[in-house]
């Protein structure tokens, strides 16, 4: 089983639209919980952590639910500019800091 | 805003020859880490380095790998004799603390192709 595993992508918006981006993880240990954002060729830039309450960002929220071992990010009134790959991450506590990422999900939006 | 640099931004190389990729940290962080992201595939954990010695290594890092930090700004991965699989994006990152919890910052990437 994948450490941490993503919707297979691409996701193809219009604009404004809300888009919704699931994760899971397998290890029960693991500590800390991030969305990044990739775009194309280019280095993963942090968007936001997610915190167990669940937490937002201007149109971005994140929930956690660590019974289920499962991330989710949610896009509200979709910009061209959100087009990008998004990366769920997370960190396992006897392994320091090691990002462990997911393979990530496309994200198209469209004018 | 302080950021990671990382040099040079693309290499190419022929296969068995020695590449050293460089790193510049952000300056008042003290953990650094290597990852690397083969074309198409998801960003995978290389190596994670603290007080002068590797925290932690991955698999994927073997004896053909190893890290430095020669002086007080530069980080380099040292790839001894390059293989065809070697080829792809290496990123470079720092963080203030090694927790797990802070956040790392990552440099624009070197790609490395091994003709």
């Known amino acids: 089983r994948k450490e941490v595993e993503q919707d297979p992508g691409p996701f193809n918006v219009p604009e404004g639209a809300t888009v919704a981006f699931n994760c899971t993880y397998s290890n029960s240990a693991s500590q800390s919980f991030f969305w990044y954002r990739q775009d194309c060729r280019k280095e993963p830039k942090l968007l936001m952590s997610?915190?167990?309450s669940g937490n937002e960002d201007g149109r971005f929220t994140a929930q956690l639910n660590r019974a289920s071992q499962y991330i989710s990010l949610l896009i509200r009134d979709s910009k061209l500019s959100d087009s990008a790959t998004y990366l769920c991450?997370?960190?396992?506590?006897?392994?320091?800091?090691?990002?462990?990422f997911g393979q990530g999900t496309e994200l198209s939006v469209k004018p | 805003e302080p950021e990671v640099t990382q040099t040079p931004s693309h290499q190419v190389t022929q296969m068995g020859q020695e590449v050293i990729l460089r790193c510049v940290p952000i300056s008042n962080h003290l953990y650094f880490y290597w990852y690397r992201q083969i074309l198409g595939q998801k960003v995978e954990f290389l190596v994670s380095?603290?007080?002068?010695?590797?925290?932690?290594k991955s698999e994927i890092f073997d004896d053909q790998f190893s890290v430095e930090r020669p002086d007080g700004s530069n980080f380099t991965l040292k790839i001894r004799s390059t293989k065809l699989e070697d080829s792809a994006m290496y990123f470079c990152?720092?963080?203030?603390?090694?927790?797990?919890?802070?956040?790392?910052?990552f440099g624009p990437g070197t790609r490395l192709t091994v003709l």
């Open positions: 991450v997370v960190t396992v506590r006897s392994q320091g800091g090691k990002l462990i």
């Open positions: 380095f603290y007080n002068n010695e590797i925290s932690e």
């Open positions: 990152a720092s963080s203030s603390a090694g927790a797990g919890t802070d956040t790392q910052y």
């Open positions: 997610v915190y167990s």
